[in-house]
């Protein structure tokens, strides 16, 4: 069984609070939105390895430590996902960007992949999938399985809020991700809505409806 972990870092509580509120306009939303995402980053990248280096500062040689490992990339669910991307690209700037773009069947509910472009060496990288909402599962579930098909072998679930049945879902067809969330919600509503949640994520970041 993978990890589920809340990440609940009072400055991460209190900038969901803020985009959880109807009133938060597009401008704010998109900018608190990066800035957990940025925060998350920082508490999930605590165990990267690191290894050795020599450096040579002003007083003379030294051994110190570097991130060593494979490298990493960040691959948002579209479209969704584009507004956690900054906030991980300003912690690890030289990561790659991949994207899948999914999108939900309004009626059905159901995901459907009609865009995937990832860096060619994704088999050689440790990834972090991206989305704000982990509701039913589908687009995680479809995302990972798109990435593993195409040679992905280590990745993690960044999500901004979470739902108990999202988490199962991709709990069991996928117990080799690890999922992180800054909060795990009550339930999803009959239309597919995380609640209480914070609305359709994407519309609210680019002030579409
Ligand atoms: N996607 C969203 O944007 N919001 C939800 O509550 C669920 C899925």
Do not use: W
């Not at 985009?19 to 990267?48: C, P, Q």
């Not at 002003?58 to 060593?68: D, E, L, N, R, V």
């Not at 479809?142 to 199962?168: D, N, Q, S, T």
């Amino acid at each position: 069984m993978s990890k589920f972990q809340v990440l609940n870092h009072p400055l991460i509580q209190h900038k969901l609070t803020i985009i959880r509120s109807k009133h938060t306009g597009t401008k704010v939303f998109r900018e608190v939105a990066n800035e957990i995402a940025e925060l998350m980053v920082y508490e999930i990248t605590r165990d990267l390895p690191l290894a050795d280096v020599e450096v040579e500062t002003p007083m003379g040689k030294s051994t110190q430590k570097m991130i060593a490992g494979k490298k990493l990339a960040v691959i948002p669910i579209l479209r969704a996902g584009l507004g956690m991307v900054d906030g991980v690209l300003q912690l690890i700037p030289a990561a790659k960007v991949g994207h899948i773009g999914m999108y939900r069947d309004e009626k059905t509910l159901k995901p459907h992949e009609y865009f995937v472009k990832l860096p060619s060496d994704i088999d050689q990288r440790d990834l972090f999938i991206v989305d704000p909402m982990l509701a039913t599962g589908g687009s995680a579930n479809m995302a990972i399985e798109a990435l593993k098909k195409r040679g992905a072998k280590h990745m993690r679930l960044v999500v901004l809020v979470a739902a108990p049945e999202g988490v199962k879902a991709v709990q069991e067809e996928h117990p080799d991700v690890d999922i992180y969330a800054a909060s795990l919600d009550e339930k999803l509503t009959d239309s597919g809505y995380i609640f209480p949640g914070l609305g359709d994520a994407g519309d609210r970041l680019f002030g579409t409806k």
